[in-house]
């Protein structure tokens, strides 16, 4: 069964910087699709940052030009930098994994981020 843990999660002042991880295991993970998706109070979930198995990242127009999500095959990991932090970064962020563009139903604990104005 594959399994999801993410860490890196924490308090930070707006305009902060986090490093999220996420390790993969139970699959091939050089040929799946990572992603972090975020939860925030009263909110559905959404995807902010995607990277396929070649390296092509996608981002929530939320994400652009701030966070940038990375993989390293190496250590089955998928990793989201976020910079310039913003209040309304605040949720608990996931990592995903997809094979093609299916996205799979089991999720990690998730890591808590609170940006603070």
């Known amino acids: 069964q594959v399994q999801l843990v993410e860490s890196g999660g924490g308090l930070v002042q707006t305009g902060g910087s986090l490093r999220l991880s996420c390790v993969v295991s139970g699959t091939i993970f050089s040929i799946i699709t990572g992603g972090w998706y975020r939860q925030a109070p009263g909110k559905q979930r959404e995807l902010v940052a995607s990277?396929?198995?070649?390296?092509?990242?996608n981002y929530a127009d939320s994400a652009k030009g701030r966070f940038t999500i990375s993989r390293d095959n190496t250590k089955n990991a998928v990793y989201l930098q976020m910079n310039s932090l913003k209040p309304e970064d605040t949720a608990v962020y996931y990592c995903?994994?997809?094979?093609?563009?299916?996205?799979?139903?089991?999720w990690g604990q998730g890591t808590q981020v609170v940006v603070a104005s």
């Open positions: 990277i396929s198995s070649g390296s092509k990242t």
């Open positions: 995903n994994y997809a094979y093609g563009s299916k996205w799979a139903t089991n």
